[in-house]
């Protein structure tokens, strides 16, 4: 029988979620689409000391931003779902508000004989470690060890019992099977071996805040919220051994879900985790939104820095995971139903800045007019007042192919809403020479007097005309005309500017340059 498919992101919200956490989300996202499945957003914040305020309300903006909508887990308003419902049959879907439901299951695993009790304090604990650290080895809580610790295995049972009741200074432990091959599957991966020697008797529960530890929550939870593929980061990868004992413990191999660990991001050049500092270092954003921590650090988010969702979803797909054909350029749509786990490469991705920016722009170039100029006002709204959306829209064309981002387009094109104050000297030095003095109030009257309509067709046509004619330098006029329009030598073509700033604009313009420059 196979069962509907459900999967989950189960972030901590112990900071903003990096982009690869992003990455994790989409690829759990396809998966539930595209298998008519469900997507929960479960989150998983038992460790009281990494919780990071403001961390879970970061999480499912940026999820909201990316256009990833959990179909269980958040509400319609990007809040957690506290109460049961019909939609939400598991919620609570926040770990610290089902602390109540763990306690029984590390009980469970006690009266089976797959868990133990353990009283040793933290400071015993450090001693040990010292002192294995002194001999140049480490200490492990485990199988060579545990026998040898305070702990139900070697205490007298009624002391066990009244210590239990008495105390709240102690944990239960997984008691890993000694010597034992785990044999696993990871659908990325595929078949591994572990010996359970390598592992160690994690906690599973605590008595002192009465919470489970991630592993306990995490596959209760898998359990109880019936997951049937878990896709998680390569880091949980060492705990899957550990993930299968405790199904195994449970008897709940049956409904285990099945693995699959995605590869890391890695930095531009290959060498290591794609990190924050490589973002500040090489300046990219490596948080999908912009974050401010509790010392004010400022961290830059992929939305504040001008790019648009779909480009972000559409660069993160291709981080890892390989369509098979030469197509980069996808939808979310076209990414649902090309996407399968079966092509998520097992090496890592490397992170390219400049490939990301080129999507970016490749998303610009989609927009139609009207979606660049909603975008350009959004941007820079004080600065376009009293333009109407024609005039911005026509500006937005002759422009957008020079652009990455929209936040470009000011400065791309700040002349066509203000004229020049100034004029750059360098282009002053290199173009306003005494053959040119003499020839463009030539040019000046011609543009006013003869080229009618103004159109740009006939201003291109007829400048060109006038230039060859009198055989002067074409580039040479025109970039003076450039500078005199735009203030220096840069901007689009000489005819696009001068159509669109109409013939009293060009004509004052010229005149003004004229007095200026003398
Ligand atoms: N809470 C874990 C994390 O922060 C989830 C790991 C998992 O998906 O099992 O990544």
Same mark, same amino acid.
């Given at each position: 029988?196979?069962?509907?498919?459900?999967?989950?992101?189960?972030?901590?919200?112990?900071?903003?979620?990096?982009?690869?956490?992003?990455?994790?989300?989409?690829?759990?996202?396809?998966?539930?689409?595209?298998?008519?499945?469900?997507?929960?957003?479960?989150?998983?914040?038992?460790?009281?000391?990494?919780?990071?305020?403001?961390?879970?309300?970061?999480?499912?903006?940026?999820?909201?931003?990316?256009?990833?909508?959990?179909?269980?887990?958040?509400?319609?308003?990007?809040?957690?779902?506290?109460?049961?419902?019909?939609?939400?049959?598991?919620?609570?879907?926040?770990?610290?508000?089902?602390?109540?439901?763990?306690?029984?299951?590390?009980?469970?695993?006690?009266?089976?004989?797959?868990?133990?009790?353990?009283?040793?304090?933290?400071?015993?604990?450090?001693?040990?470690?010292?002192?294995?650290?002194?001999?140049?080895?480490? %200490?492990?809580?485990?199988?060579?060890?545990?026998? =040898?610790?305070?702990? !139900? /295995?070697? *205490?007298?049972? &009624?002391?066990?019992?009244?210590?239990?009741?008495?105390?709240?200074?102690?944990?239960?432990?997984?008691?890993?099977?000694?010597?034992?091959?785990?044999?696993?599957?990871?659908?990325?991966?595929?078949?591994?071996?572990?010996?359970?020697?390598?592992?160690?008797?994690?906690?599973?529960?605590?008595?002192?805040?009465?919470?489970?530890?991630?592993?306990?929550?995490?596959?209760?939870?898998?359990?109880?919220?019936?997951?049937?593929?878990?896709?998680?980061?390569?880091?949980?990868?060492?705990?899957?051994?550990?993930?299968?004992?405790?199904?195994?413990? %449970?008897?709940?191999?049956?409904?285990?879900?099945? =693995?699959?660990?995605? !590869? /890391?991001? *890695?930095?531009? &050049?290959?060498?290591?985790?794609?990190?924050?500092?490589?973002?500040?270092?090489?300046?990219?954003?490596?948080?999908?939104?912009?974050?401010?921590?509790?010392?004010?650090?400022?961290?830059?988010?992929?939305?504040?820095?001008?790019?648009?969702?779909?480009?972000?979803?559409?660069?993160?797909?291709?981080?890892?995971?390989?369509?098979?054909?030469?197509?980069?350029?996808?939808?979310?749509?076209?990414?649902?139903?090309?996407?399968?786990?079966?092509?998520?490469?097992?090496?890592?991705?490397?992170?390219?800045?400049?490939?990301?920016?080129?999507?970016?722009?490749?998303?610009?170039?989609?927009?139609?007019?009207?979606?660049?100029?909603?975008?350009?006002?959004?941007? &820079?709204?004080?600065?376009?007042?009293?333009?109407?959306?024609?005039?911005?829209?026509?500006?937005?064309?002759?422009?957008?192919?020079?652009?990455?981002?929209?936040?470009?387009?000011?400065?791309?094109?700040?002349?066509?809403?203000?004229?020049?104050?100034?004029?750059?000297?360098?282009?002053?030095?290199?173009?306003?020479?005494?053959?040119?003095?003499?020839?463009?109030?030539?040019?000046?009257?011609?543009?006013?007097?003869?080229?009618?309509?103004?159109?740009?067709?006939?201003?291109?046509?007829?400048?060109?005309?006038?230039?060859?004619?009198?055989?002067?330098?074409?580039?040479?006029?025109?970039?003076?005309?450039?500078?005199?329009?735009?203030?220096?030598?840069?901007?689009?073509?000489?005819?696009?500017?001068?159509?669109?700033?109409?013939?009293?604009?060009?004509?004052?313009?010229?005149?003004?340059?004229?007095?200026?420059?003398?």
């Amino acid at each position: 029988m196979t069962r509907p498919v459900r999967v989950r992101f189960a972030p901590s919200p112990t900071g903003p979620l990096h982009m690869g956490g992003v990455r994790t989300a989409l690829y759990n996202y396809l998966y539930a689409k595209q298998s008519n499945g469900t997507f929960v957003l479960r989150i998983e914040d038992t460790d009281s000391q990494r919780f990071v305020p403001g961390a879970e309300e970061y999480i499912i903006e940026a999820l909201r931003w990316c256009g990833i909508f959990p179909d269980e887990g958040v509400d319609e308003n990007g809040k957690m779902v506290e109460e049961p419902s019909e939609k939400h049959p598991y919620a609570p879907y926040r770990q610290s508000q089902r602390r109540g439901i763990y306690r029984k299951y590390a009980e469970e695993l006690v009266n089976k004989g797959y868990a133990y009790y353990a009283f040793d304090t933290a400071e015993e604990l450090d001693a040990l470690r010292k002192e294995a650290e002194d001999k140049k080895g480490t %200490f492990t809580y485990n199988y060579a060890s545990r026998d =040898f610790l305070k702990n !139900s /295995l070697t *205490l007298p049972e &009624d002391e066990v019992r009244r210590r239990v009741e008495n105390e709240t200074n102690w944990t239960i432990r997984f008691k890993i099977p000694e010597n034992r091959t785990v044999k696993m599957n990871d659908l990325i991966r595929g078949d591994i071996e572990v010996n359970s020697n390598t592992l160690d008797d994690k906690v599973l529960w605590k008595r002192i805040d009465e919470l489970p530890t991630y592993h306990l929550a995490n596959i209760v939870d898998d359990h109880l919220m019936q997951i049937t593929e878990v896709i998680r980061g390569e880091e949980w990868l060492p705990s899957l051994p550990l993930h299968y004992l405790l199904y195994e413990a %449970f008897g709940w191999q049956e409904s285990q879900p099945r =693995f699959a660990h995605l !590869s /890391l991001l *890695l930095k531009p &050049d290959g060498k290591g985790k794609l990190s924050k500092r490589d973002g500040d270092r090489l300046g990219f954003p490596v948080f999908p939104l912009k974050w401010i921590n509790a010392e004010g650090e400022i961290s830059r988010g992929y939305r504040e820095d001008g790019y648009f969702p779909d480009a972000f979803i559409n660069i993160l797909a291709l981080l890892g995971w390989n369509p098979g054909t030469e197509q980069e350029i996808f939808s979310l749509e076209e990414l649902i139903n090309t996407f399968t786990l079966e092509r998520v490469v097992k090496s890592g991705a490397k992170f390219n800045p400049e490939k990301a920016k080129w999507f970016n722009q490749e998303y610009l170039r989609k927009r139609t007019t009207e979606q660049l100029v909603a975008d350009f006002k959004a941007s &820079d709204a004080g600065k376009l007042v009293g333009y109407n959306d024609t005039y911005i829209g026509a500006v937005c064309e002759v422009i957008r192919d020079r652009a990455h981002f929209v936040n470009e387009f000011w400065d791309l094109s700040s002349f066509f809403f203000v004229a020049p104050a100034s004029y750059d000297p360098a282009s002053v030095a290199k173009f306003w020479k005494d053959d040119i003095k003499a020839v463009i109030p030539r040019v000046h009257s011609f543009i006013c007097e003869k080229i009618n309509p103004f159109t740009r067709e006939n201003i291109e046509q007829q400048l060109h005309e006038l230039i060859t004619s009198n055989e002067w330098s074409m580039g040479r006029v025109m970039n003076t005309l450039r500078l005199f329009l735009v203030g220096e030598s840069k901007g689009p073509g000489v005819a696009d500017i001068m159509f669109l700033l109409g013939k009293d604009e060009v004509d004052a313009r010229i005149k003004r340059a004229l007095n200026t420059l003398g």
